[in-house]
């Protein structure tokens, strides 16, 4: 693994301005970001004042709404065995050797160890979706190669692309998709060069994305630029209701380019901003698509991303991410009082087991009236322990948002009143539920009160990174 990043290492500790401790801070964590001058930097707005918020309203129930699929962070391994050692000491198992004398092997359907989904588990799960799923969007959001980050190439990664595409055009056609980018789509993982990087560019995997993306997942040619560049684009979905997709591996510290210059890479933030303020003066909602939540994200990103929510939280409906693995939301609020809540960002679950873990994924029934909310979101999974034991796919119907949670709306004050009530009644089943989708019921009644706090405070309330107003004595974890 350090032979695929020594390279890159060796050239930014030449170039970088950063001292050792702050190389150590962004890397290691052992200074605050925010102490760090490099990672100070500020977006800048249009001379154009903020409109007065404008609460939605629930639309009426028989207003039109419209059927969304989430997919996110597949990691199908083309190398998965079943029956091998899923023990393996790697961060990846499931492919070879044999397990220990006491251990189990590999499950066939997959396994909640450190392993990634077999071929024919993707398969079998996209066929169900086909067969039982109406819809007629899909937001597909990034991770498709398995986790053997130590000995990947340019050729794996796409080969993952190509194949991973052409299984899903044929599965799903007629579907629209808008995609994003997934931090491991990179060779190696995580690392995307920016511009002024002359030693290593990334055009063979935005190159390859605008072609699989248009020419096969159905986006339109003029995106074709923008994605060429930085694989991020905007395109409208309906009139009225604009998507952008957003390239967030240009905000995490484990992008090492960007110890070099972390500056609003691309000018990605820039261009939302205009994207955004374009929307609103034009009378269109925004949904932004992207695959790392912001509070995975550096903190000076996170903290220009917030406040970006903040200027346009009348034009933003949706936001929608993945990366976690976990099933998580996050919400935004006035970052003023920090006491009023203006947006939520959904974190769809993984379609992977990776790990402790099972398969699913995410319905989003969204208001196609006026707000272009979502209105109400059901997961699906597929009991891995159930599937392996009896040799066929049982898959569950886990739940609806609004049934589970007791919700009139999905709006940011529905959300924030449900935080509230989990933390009126701490040790209640509420949260409990909540955590238990948190792993996709793969824990079921094993948070303790610390976990409890940490879930509501550092993951639900906290959707910035180093932010304390919530997450205080808790780390998020
Ligand atoms: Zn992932
Ligand atoms: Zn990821």
């Given at each position: ?45 249009p001379?154009k004042?903020?409109p007065?918020?404008i609460?939605p309203l629930p639309p009426s129930p028989s207003a039109p709404t419209t059927n969304v699929l989430h ?63 109406e819809f007629d969007i899909i937001y597909f ?33 007629n579907k629209k998709f808008y995609p994003a ?32 993306w248009i020419?096969?997942l159905g986006l339109p040619n003029d995106t074709r630029s923008d994605i060429?560049?930085?694989?991020y684009y905007t395109t409208l979905i309906k009139p009225g209701l604009r998507l952008i997709s957003l ?24 261009w939302l901003i205009q994207w955004l303020q374009y929307a609103e003066d034009n009378d269109e909602k925004v949904h932004i698509i992207g ?17 970006i929510i903040?200027r346009y939280e009348n034009t933003v409906t949706g936001q929608f ?22 947006s ?20 989003y029934s969204i208001d196609m009236s006026n707000t272009s909310y979502v209105v ?34 999905l709006f ?66």
């Amino acid at each position: 693994m350090i032979h695929e990043y020594k390279h890159v290492l060796i050239e930014i500790l030449q170039i970088s301005t950063l001292t050792n401790k702050e190389i150590c801070g962004l890397a290691f964590n052992c200074v605050k970001q925010s102490d760090i001058p490099m990672l100070k930097w500020n977006v800048t707005f249009p001379d154009k004042p903020k409109p007065d918020p404008i609460p939605p309203l629930p639309p009426s129930p028989s207003a039109p709404t419209t059927n969304v699929l989430h997919l996110t962070d597949l990691h199908i391994d083309f190398e998965y065995t079943p029956g091998s050692n899923a023990e393996c000491g790697r961060p990846l198992c499931c492919r070879s050797g044999s397990p220990s004398v006491l251990a189990t092997g590999a499950g066939y359907w997959g396994d909640y160890r450190t392993c990634d989904l077999p071929l024919w588990t993707a398969e079998a799960i996209f066929n169900y979706i086909a067969r039982n799923e109406e819809f007629d969007i899909i937001y597909f959001t990034g991770d498709l190669p398995p986790h053997n980050i130590w000995n990947q190439s340019y050729e794996d990664q796409l080969y993952s692309l190509n194949r991973i595409t052409d299984m899903l055009a044929t599965i799903f056609p007629n579907k629209k998709f808008y995609p994003a980018v997934g931090n491991h789509e990179a060779y190696p993982s995580d690392l995307f060069p920016t511009s002024n990087i002359k030693s290593d560019n990334i055009s063979w995997l935005y190159d390859a994305l605008a072609n699989k993306w248009i020419n096969q997942l159905g986006l339109p040619n003029d995106t074709r630029s923008d994605i060429s560049l930085g694989a991020y684009y905007t395109t409208l979905i309906k009139p009225g209701l604009r998507l952008i997709s957003l390239n967030t591996n240009y905000c995490t510290q484990y992008n090492y380019w960007l110890f070099i210059s972390s500056n609003d890479p691309l000018n990605q933030l820039q261009w939302l901003i205009q994207w955004l303020q374009y929307a609103e003066d034009n009378d269109e909602k925004v949904h932004i698509i992207g695959h790392i939540p912001p509070p995975s994200c550096l903190a000076v990103y996170s903290w220009n991303y917030y406040k970006i929510i903040n200027r346009y939280e009348n034009t933003v409906t949706g936001q929608f991410f993945g990366h976690t693995h976990n099933d998580e939301f996050m919400i935004f609020y006035d970052e003023l009082t920090m006491k009023r809540p203006v947006s939520v960002a959904y974190v769809a679950p993984s379609l992977t087991s990776y790990s402790s873990m099972n398969p699913g994924y995410r319905m989003y029934s969204i208001d196609m009236s006026n707000t272009s909310y979502v209105v109400d979101h059901r997961t699906n999974i597929l009991n891995l322990t159930a599937t392996n034991w009896f040799n066929k796919t049982v898959f569950l119907e886990e739940y609806s948002a609004r049934n589970a949670y007791n919700m009139t709306n999905l709006f940011p004050n529905d959300w924030n009143d449900l935080v509230e009530r989990m933390q009126r009644d701490i040790d209640g089943s509420l949260i409990e539920r909540a955590y238990q989708y948190f792993t996709k019921s793969f824990v079921n009644g094993q948070c303790d009160r610390p976990c409890r706090l940490n879930l509501i405070n550092c993951h639900f309330k906290t959707a910035r990174s180093e932010d304390t107003t919530f997450c205080t004595t808790e780390k998020r974890h």
